[in-house]
C-alpha cells in the first residue's frame, strides 16, 4: 500500500510540474520570466515530466532482487511523510503560478535602483570600433555615426528605439550621432522622477532588463522632459513621442527625450529588453 502511493505521489508531483512548464511555454507567461534561449529547453522539459509520470503510472513495477529469500527489511517512509514531502514541492509552485504578477510593481523597482548610465548595466564592457582606412590610406576617425538606415522606424518614420540604445549612444559618441536630434518612439513602464528634476517636468521611462531570467532583473530607465507631466499610474506602459538629446549634467552625459506625446499603450510581446 505504502510503495503505490509513493508511486502515485511521485507520478503526481511529475505530472503537476510538467504541466505547469508546458502551461507557462504554450500561454505565453515564460516571456515574464525567462530570457527567451530557455523557452524552448523549458517546454521540453514540461513534456519530459509528464511522459515520466506517465511511465511512472503505467508501466508495470517489478520485484526488488535483493529481497528474494532475504530476511532484511527496507526502511520505508509513512504515508504521512510521503504526502508532506509531494505537498512541498507542490504547493509552493502552484501558489506562484497563481498570485504571482506578470511584471514588476514599483516598488520592487524602486528597491533594485535605476540603471542609469551603460557602465552600471551588467555584462557591459566598452567596445572599441576598428578604424576604416580612408580613400587615401589614412585611418578615419569613425566619429561621423554609422548612420541611421539600418534603425527600425515606424509608420510616420520615426526611428523605434529602446531605453537601453539611448543609454549606449549616451556613452558611444558614434551611435550618440544615429539619435541625436532625431524623432523617436520609445516604449516603456512610467515612473516618477525623484532626482534630477527641479524643474518638476521630467519623468522615468524605464524597461527591465534581463540577462538569465527575472531575479537577475535591473531597471534600465532614461529621462523624460515634457510640458507639464500628467499624473499616470507607476509603472504603466507609455509610449513616448519626442526627440532624442544627449544634454551634460553633473558631469555626464545622459539620455534624454523630449516629448511632444505621451500615451497610454499595450505593453510589448517582449516586456523584457536583453
Not at 504554450?26 to 519530459?48: K, N
Not at 503510472?57 to 517489478?62: E, M, P, T, Y
Not at 497563481?98 to 540603471?115: H, K
Not at 548610465?117 to 572599441?128: C, Q, R, V
Request: include cysteine; charge should be negative; charged fraction near 20%.
Amino acid at each position: 500500500m505504502t510503495e503505490s502511493l509513493q508511486r502515485y505521489l511521485s507520478a503526481g508531483v511529475l505530472a503537476i510540474w510538467g504541466v505547469m512548464l508546458a502551461y507557462f511555454y504554450f500561454s505565453g507567461r515564460l516571456a515574464s520570466y525567462l530570457h527567451p534561449s530557455f523557452h524552448v529547453w523549458t517546454g521540453i522539459s514540461g513534456v519530459i515530466l509528464m511522459l515520466l509520470a506517465a511511465g511512472l503510472l503505467f508501466l508495470a513495477g517489478g520485484e526488488d532482487p535483493c529481497c528474494e529469500g532475504c530476511d532484511h527489511s527496507h526502511a520505508k517512509s509513512s504515508p504521512l511523510r510521503s504526502v508532506f514531502t509531494a505537498l512541498v514541492l507542490v504547493v509552493p509552485l502552484l501558489v506562484a503560478a497563481t498570485v504571482s504578477p506578470d511584471q514588476f510593481g514599483a516598488a520592487t523597482v524602486s528597491n533594485r535602483g535605476f540603471i542609469e548610465g551603460i557602465n552600471d548595466l551588467p555584462s557591459y564592457k566598452p567596445y572599441a570600433e576598428p578604424l576604416l582606412p580612408a580613400a587615401d590610406g589614412a585611418q578615419a576617425s569613425g566619429a561621423e555615426g554609422t548612420g541611421d538606415g539600418y534603425l527600425p522606424r515606424n509608420e510616420a518614420g520615426q526611428i523605434k528605439a529602446q531605453t537601453v540604445d539611448l543609454l549606449f549612444a549616451a556613452e558611444e559618441s558614434t551611435m550618440r550621432a544615429d539619435f541625436e536630434n532625431k524623432d523617436v518612439e520609445v516604449v516603456g513602464q512610467f515612473m516618477p522622477a525623484r532626482a534630477s528634476n527641479p524643474g518638476g517636468d521630467r519623468f522615468e521611462l524605464v524597461r527591465m532588463f534581463v540577462i538569465c531570467c527575472a531575479a537577475d532583473a535591473r531597471p534600465v530607465a532614461i529621462s523624460v522632459q515634457m510640458d507639464k507631466v500628467q499624473p499616470t499610474p507607476e509603472m504603466s506602459w507609455v509610449k513616448v513621442i519626442g526627440k532624442a538629446a544627449f544634454p551634460v549634467e553633473n558631469g555626464r552625459t545622459i539620455p534624454l527625450v523630449v516629448a511632444e506625446s505621451v500615451t497610454p499603450c499595450d505593453p510589448p510581446e517582449e516586456t523584457f529588453i536583453y
